[in-house]
């Protein structure tokens, strides 16, 4: 453009040219500037506000009969409400029997933050008990969990037995069946013993049972496991430590239960006899044979539930109260029973 120009004018030429260029380079880096501060300040916010949705998760306690809870992706920022009515995810409902121990608050802590990390679940937490234990409820509301507190305290009949194994939870487990078949219409039942560990993958699972599910469970009898026998990719049999003549032969954490085919057998409840709970149950929502189970953790070559069972401790000795009375040993006291 300059070429025909004298050398005076090229100069001048050239400088006019190199205005513009200069001109625009600093609007594109004042451009590029702004740009990045928009969407640093736009990441801050988001951060920011999933923060706060966290704390005032664990800060705040839902209002009973909320019915949502919250789940935690990989990306533990992210969290997204469901309800327990979503019909794209099957609801889940935990049945979980529990009395007063010193390892029933610890216990129960462990298995809450489980489920929550587990989308679309309705926790029934059922105390053998007269009265609620003010702890168990505190626990609870603090979740942000969908729940319900229940009682169901073992009859008297067997309460006085004095010799032999007592039914435990089978009071519980019972009011359990029954709130489900009062409040829900689909989805799948799971009793979930508080002494349990549980993988998310378990839930992930079971969530899309059909009739009734099975998959094994750890740490159980001499034999280390419990768990259907599947041989070429199909049932043939049960693996446990006590057969004692079952038909289903397996552990209360290893089978969940479709909502409507529980509905669909209303005489089917879990009978007051110590080691056949698991059997009676099963054996009362017939018509059920074992070779229908629907086999999960990868045709049972996985464990996602372990019988971990809390080392039983001693009650805690009685605190002096004439020496700590007015501090916080007392409070503690109470919570340690």
């Known amino acids: 453009m300059c070429k025909l120009l004298t050398y005076q004018e090229k100069i001048v030429c050239k400088r006019r ?61 992210q969290a997204e409400p469901f309800s327990i009515n979503n019909p794209h995810i099957p609801p889940l409902y935990i049945i979980t029997p529990t009395y007063r121990r010193p390892e029933q608050l610890a216990e129960l802590t462990r298995l809450a933050h489980t489920l929550m990390l587990t989308p679309n679940v309705h926790w029934l937490v059922i105390e053998d008990a007269q009265r609620k234990t003010d702890l168990v409820t505190d626990l609870l509301e603090r979740t942000g969990l969908s729940y319900d507190h229940l009682l169901a305290p073992m009859p008297e009949i067997y309460k006085k037995k004095k010799k032999g194994p007592k039914p435990r939870g089978v009071s519980n487990r019972n009011k359990g069946l029954n709130w489900i078949r009062q409040n829900a219409k689909n989805g799948v039942l799971y009793f979930a013993d508080d002494d349990n560990t549980y993988d998310l993958q378990l839930f992930k699972e079971i969530r899309y049972t059909k009739q009734v599910s099975m998959f094994p469970v750890g740490l159980i009898t001499k034999l280390g496991i419990s768990s259907p026998i599947v041989r070429n990719g199909k049932f043939d049999g049960f693996y446990d430590g006590w057969i004692a003549g079952r038909k289903f032969p397996v552990d209360m954490a290893g089978f969940a239960v479709s909502v409507k085919f529980l509905l669909d057998r209303p005489k089917a409840g879990m009978p007051f006899k110590p080691g056949f709970e698991e059997d009676g149950f099963l054996k009362s929502l017939e018509p059920l044979e074992p070779y229908e189970l629907e086999l999960l953790a990868e045709n049972c070559t996985k464990i996602w539930v372990w019988h971990t069972q809390a080392k039983r401790n001693e009650p805690s000795q009685p605190l002096d109260f004439a020496k700590y009375n007015n501090t916080n040993l007392v409070v503690l006291k109470h919570i340690l029973v």
């Open 17 to 77: 040219m190199r205005f513009p260029l200069t001109m625009y380079l600093i609007i594109f880096v004042s451009a590029s500037v702004v740009f990045y501060q928009y969407h640093l300040s736009k990441a801050w916010m988001i951060s920011h506000n999933n923060s706060q949705q966290f704390r005032d998760l664990g800060a705040s306690s839902v209002e009973k009969g909320a019915n949502y809870t919250y789940y935690a992706s990989k990306n533990i920022r």
